[in-house]
């Protein structure tokens, strides 16, 4: 099983960029799926997270209204679509599947919560600078 996160890189404030979650060996479409940032010096934060059945979504505080997450199951593809991106967005981004109990890790009112999710994919680099 192994999860990829795709799409970062550079972006100039107020840019746009499209981050990918790809599965292998694992079908996402009946999985929590949550979205994650690290950035130097600060603590890994929760961004984003869909669930796994009932349609819950949920979104940090300071990405509300710029970031969407959503599903393409054909593709089995978790993405999150950011806009308005700020320098303050810089991060390595990482997605996270919780393989069992669907509905448990990604709830209306959040958080995001790392030890909620078991299986961890590679991170991507977005940097938001002029």
């Known amino acids: 099983v192994q999860l990829q996160a795709s799409g970062g890189g550079l972006v100039q404030p107020g840019g746009s960029l499209r981050l990918s979650c790809a599965a292998s060996?694992?079908?996402?479409?009946?999985?929590?799926i949550g979205w994650f940032r690290h950035a130097p010096g600060k603590a890994r934060e929760g961004v984003s997270c869909?669930?796994?059945?009932?349609?819950?979504?949920f979104y940090t505080d300071s990405v509300k209204g710029r970031f969407s997450i959503s599903r393409d199951n054909a593709k089995n593809v978790v993405s999150l679509q950011m806009n308005s991106l700020k320098p303050e967005d810089t991060a390595v981004y990482y997605c996270?599947?919780?393989?069992?109990?669907?509905?448990?890790?990604?709830?209306?009112?959040?958080?995001?919560?790392?030890?909620?999710?078991?299986?961890w994919g590679q991170g991507t680099q977005v940097t938001v600078s002029s």
């Open positions: 060996g694992l079908t996402l479409d009946s999985k929590d």
């Open positions: 996270a599947a919780r393989l069992t109990e669907a509905n448990y890790a990604c709830r209306p009112t959040g958080p995001v919560v790392p030890g909620r999710y078991d299986h």
């Open positions: 869909i669930s796994g059945g009932d349609g819950v979504i």
